[in-house]
């Protein structure tokens, strides 16, 4: 397989066929860049993949995209995805904190915040008094649990940003960094000196920039999961894509990019005129860009992936005493649970689970407890049973049960991380043509991912349409 050419000929190389890869490829092939796709398992998607089986559909991994930007939506449109869109159910737009050993609904609006029994009433005075704290210096990066405790107050912390960080990073407060792993919430801080100050006027600003929070962007699957993204993605790929093809080595050479990849028992070298590293730092291949700062790439070992479990249950409806008229709970640590967290799956999405039955996706391990999600499926969906039992009155056995385990599952944003995005920024400028785009990079979630590979494909086509006009100048010369 080994292939020089001219410029215009090399293909760009995308390591990694997840959700970024992908997503990066197909921009690069709309643009007319030809491109191809290296991944190293024999299915692509990564950590999206859904189950259907007796009625009950299970998604492995995400259940949905947060629609933050209108860019998701033209994706979605150009793969002719848009009648197989699914948008969740406005009636299930509670969300619920336990707290009492009980779910109760996270207030919907600033006046009913100051009635919800989730908070003392000290706690809520704490945010009266939010305003007139001043910012941190700019310089300072803090850790989330000292930033909420500064400006908010401890319990603020323990009972809603321990849960909702566990239901996003399945992680530590006290180690995630404000500046990286919730920017906005950094940059509200020291734009505007206050969150709610923030919140009111960083509003009107979105508005103007066509930008929607997470908090109210709208939930996105299709008809048959997430897994339809994916695959659709790889239909328009076509050949493009290369199953089951581990990328070995990555050496920059004077004519661009050269991989050594392995096929089965076949070893091959390829040429390429970019190469997009798109899949997690613990999964890349030896990379050699003879520049400075190429032994520094080791040091992104160092990222922290904390395992987590997915438990999918099925139960009869009349078996769970909670509506679940909601997106679903999250779980404090102070509770003393097992489970971080449950989204209400057939609630959110039709088609989730037969006719009375319902379907509850749980989390289990994370940075809060990883030597849980370890555990053997038996003992994931004991667990996750009796802490449903206690919380949502579910009785009986479950009639459909799945778990999975990513050993390695989310990066944590930690204080400190700033150095390893300097590491691939410095890379990218010292070796044109190597590109670095995900999870690790520009933010955890799937609409930040899509962003991520639809900027980089951008970054990317300027790079090779560059490369072309220096070719042809060249050759012009000579």
């Known amino acids: 397989m080994s292939h020089g050419g001219s410029v215009e000929s090399r293909p760009v190389a995308v390591v990694g066929a997840g959700i970024t890869g992908l997503t990066a490829a197909f921009a690069l092939a709309r643009r007319g860049v030809p491109v191809v796709v290296y991944e190293g398992a024999d299915r692509v998607g990564g950590v999206i993949r859904t189950v259907r089986e007796g009625g009950y559909l299970a998604e492995f991994g995400p259940n949905s995209i947060l629609e933050t930007s209108a860019r998701i939506a033209d994706l979605i449109e150009q793969l002719g995805l848009t009648p197989r869109r699914l948008y969740s159910s406005p009636e299930a737009e509670n969300r619920y904190l336990v707290r009492y050993r009980r779910p109760i609904v996270m207030a919907p609006s600033p006046v009913k915040f100051f009635t919800t029994p989730l908070f003392s009433w000290r706690a809520k005075l704490a945010l009266l008094r939010e305003p007139f704290i001043a910012r941190a210096p700019a310089e300072v990066e803090e850790n989330l649990a000292d930033f909420v405790v500064r400006r908010l107050c401890r319990e603020f912390l323990d009972y809603a940003i321990n849960p909702l960080v566990a239901g996003i990073y399945a992680g530590d407060p006290a180690r995630l ?69 581990q990328v070995k080595a990555v050496r920059r050479v004077p004519a661009g990019w050269r991989l050594e990849v392995t096929h089965g028992v076949d070893r091959q070298t390829a040429e390429h005129s970019a190469v997009l590293l798109a899949a997690p730092p613990f999964r890349w291949p030896e990379v050699q860009t003879g520049t400075r700062n190429e032994g520094r790439l080791s040091e992104l070992e160092a990222i922290v992936y904390p395992p987590v479990a997915s438990v999918v249950l099925g139960f009869r409806r009349e078996d769970v005493a909670h509506p679940l008229d909601g997106f679903g709970m999250l779980i404090p640590a102070a509770e003393g649970f097992s489970i971080l967290g449950t989204l209400f799956s057939s609630s959110l999405f039709p088609g989730r689970a037969p006719a009375g039955h319902v379907t509850l996706t749980s989390y289990v391990g994370g940075m809060r407890a990883p030597e849980l999600a370890l555990r053997p499926p038996e003992a994931l969906v004991g667990m996750t049973v009796r802490d449903l039992g206690v919380i949502l009155g579910v009785r009986g056995q479950p009639t459909f049960q799945h778990t999975v385990l990513y050993s390695k599952a989310i990066p944590q944003y930690e204080v400190g991380y700033g150095r390893f995005k300097d590491i691939m920024a410095a890379l990218e400028q010292e070796a044109p043509g190597l590109f670095f785009a995900g999870h690790y990079r520009d933010g955890i979630s799937l609409g930040d991912s899509i962003l991520s590979a639809l900027a980089v494909a951008e970054r990317i086509a300027e790079h090779t349409q560059g490369a072309v006009s220096a070719g042809s100048g060249a050759a012009r010369a000579s």
């Not at 801080?189 to 009107?204: C, D, M, N, T, V």
């Not at 709208?218 to 089951?244: A, I, N, P, Y």
């Open 177 to 245: 960094s404000v500046r990286h792993a919730f920017p906005k919430l950094h940059a509200l801080e020291q734009r505007y000196g206050s969150l709610i100050k923030g919140q009111i006027f960083g509003a009107k600003e979105r508005k103007r920039r066509g930008e929607i929070s997470k908090q109210e962007a709208k939930k996105v699957s299709f008809d048959e999961g997430l897994q339809v993204l994916t695959d659709t993605l790889r239909e328009r790929l076509g050949e493009s894509v290369r199953l089951g093809t």
